[in-house]
């Protein structure tokens, strides 16, 4: 079965979000006009009628920011449905709604990317290790690097803390936090 004739696009989610949201909140076209205009965005109720009647072909990203904004939600649940069915990220490209939703958060790559670059262009504090400060007031990725420094006798490279990180395994001579817990309780 072809998804891509009957897969949503962003434009037709956030046209039916908008709708959705616009009623759930009781306004008017001309009060998210005003709502968007009050925010810089000149908007009037032609605009919101014909980005709801599907008339409209684009919303921009700074459009698509101040609606979330108005409607108290996060940009990607106006941009990716809420519910499940197929999603058309580009002409010949459908994958289900979760799974771009997983992709926008960063979480999940979609086939055929190149998954090293993917989970490397993350800032550090959003790795699965995070720039948390520890008890001693250090940071998360100071800890380790001591830690390293204290199993193996080298210092840990920004690279090296990077790939370690990526594939969520410890590099060898080391213990987790769990592991060490689990060496204690066992004595």
Do not use: C
């Amino acid at each position: 079965m072809d998804h891509t004739v009957d897969a949503m696009d962003p434009v037709g989610a956030i046209s039916a979000r908008v709708k959705e949201l616009r009623t759930r909140k009781g306004w008017t076209g001309a009060e998210l006009g005003k709502q968007m205009t009050s925010r810089g965005i000149r908007w009037d109720r032609s605009i919101v009628a014909n980005l709801e009647n599907g008339r409209r072909a684009t919303v921009s990203v700074n459009e698509l920011l101040v609606l979330a904004r108005v409607f108290d939600v996060a940009p990607l649940h106006l941009m990716v449905p809420v519910t499940e069915g197929p999603f058309k990220i580009a002409a010949d490209e459908v994958y289900p709604a979760q799974r771009v939703r997983e992709w926008v958060r960063g979480q999940t790559p979609l086939p055929g990317t190149d998954e090293r670059m993917f989970r490397s262009e993350v800032p550090l504090d959003e790795l699965p290790v995070r720039a948390q400060v520890t008890a001693e007031g250090r940071s998360r990725q100071d800890e380790m690097r001591a830690a390293y420094r204290a199993a193996t006798g080298r210092e840990l490279g920004a690279d090296e803390l990077l790939n370690w990180m990526l594939r969520g395994e410890l590099p060898e001579g080391m213990v987790s936090g769990k592991q060490k817990h689990q060496e204690e309780a066992e004595r």
